[in-house]
């Protein structure tokens, strides 16, 4: 069976991303992390989450200099979208370039991107290009569902508990962001920058 790489945030829609191929590919779920001194890493959440919905998860290192680009530039735009943007592309072209833990190759890579997302968002260029460029397929398995009907499948499928973004800790490398933008710019800076929104974290599948 072919293997997919897919990012892994450990919330609601990338876990859901994951069962939705499990039936097609051998998942190995990619946390992905800019490892940077005295920012706490996401990983550990990543695999805990991991380990709960069945899937073995890998830890990627991304560029840090890319973290520090994105955050300068959601302070200077003073919104996020660009940001977030600029990193999953990023964690794409990592995954993409990736080999497998083991050896061998990635047939796929895979993100829970869904159809109503602003950001991040994956034009057509760029997978096309991302494909062509690694020899793999680009997979979105949540870019035909809706905000209601994703909740749906994942209140079928995951156990998932959801709060404010500041009390659930995730695997998402917007926490490491976060954090960074805090000892760059300051405790006001992520309020300025963020709009407040509910956070989601998978404990397991459903029952």
Known sequence: MPTVAALFSAGKDSAL????????????????????????SVVETAREAGDRVGF???RVELDGSVAREAVDR??????PREGIQLVHEHALETVAGREAIGGGSFSAVADGTRRDDRAPAVERPFAQSLEDRNGIDYLRPLAGYGRGAIDELAERLLDVETGPSEAIPTGDYETELRALMISEYGEGSVSEVFPEHVQSRVRGRGR
């Open 56 to 58: 073995p998860v890998e």
């Open 74 to 79: 959601m302070v200077a735009d003073g919104y």
């Open 17 to 40: 991303a994951a069962v939705l191929l499990d039936p097609f590919y051998d998942v190995a779920l990619c946390s992905c992390t800019f490892d940077l001194d005295g920012v706490p």
